[in-house]
């Protein structure tokens, strides 16, 4: 990696470490002494937090942070809703879906508005017709690995109950990746530092 490329990656990681930051501050004086900030997988998406935490960006500004690790969005959010969360690094669809339940959360940043996941498969599957009949690897019914199988086969005109498509919880995207390369699934929907690991 060049000079430059270094210093766009290392703003940007900043910049995004900021908005934690601003997300934590956010909150009225009589917040916590100390905030839980849960995050739901180990990825790269991740990183601003951990990166705000070494380079002392929370302690800067007095905030006193306790990262922890919650496997799964919606186990995260349920630990939000018992009030032992104060702050979730997760996926939309779980936050969403505990607002429709009648919580009372609030999405104060988002790094992309896309589904950013790649669908990777077996190699013996060739065309989107061959996933008719096949087992998705997720990390949870409802979770953000979840709704991103199910835009993907909306995309490819296919759909879970017609196709007979199963879903089966397996874990985060570490363990997903072991599932397809193993052959105990038949895809899954993961990040791309996964996805190349795959290729």
């Not at 006193?64 to 690790?69: E, W």
């Not at 940043?109 to 996941?117: G, P």
């Not at 017709?129 to 995309?155: C, H, N, P, Q």
């Amino acid at each position: 990696m060049n000079h430059h490329s270094w210093r766009v990656l290392r703003a940007t990681l900043v910049a995004i470490a900021s908005s934690f930051i601003w997300a934590l501050r956010a909150f009225s004086a009589s917040a916590p002494a100390k905030y839980v900030v849960g995050y739901a997988t180990y990825t790269a998406r991740i990183v601003p937090l951990w990166l705000a935490q070494e380079q002392g960006f929370f302690t800067k500004y007095g905030i006193d942070v306790d990262p922890v690790f919650i496997r799964g969005a919606p186990t995260l959010v349920a630990g939000m809703a018992a009030g032992s969360i104060h702050i979730g690094r997760t996926g939309g669809s779980a936050i969403l879906a505990a607002v429709s339940a009648g919580h009372d959360f609030k999405i104060v940043s988002t790094f992309n508005s896309r589904n950013t996941y790649d669908l990777v498969v077996r190699p013996n599957i060739k065309r989107a017709e061959d996933l008719r009949g096949k087992t998705f690897a997720v990390t949870s019914i409802g979770g953000t690995s979840w709704m991103g199988i199910l835009l993907w086969l909306e995309y490819l005109g296919l759909d879970q109950q017609r196709d007979n498509i199963r879903m089966q919880v397996i874990g985060d995207q570490a363990v997903q990746v072991q599932c397809v390369e193993n052959g105990l699934c038949d895809a899954a929907a993961v990040d791309g530092v996964f996805s190349r690991q795959l290729k």
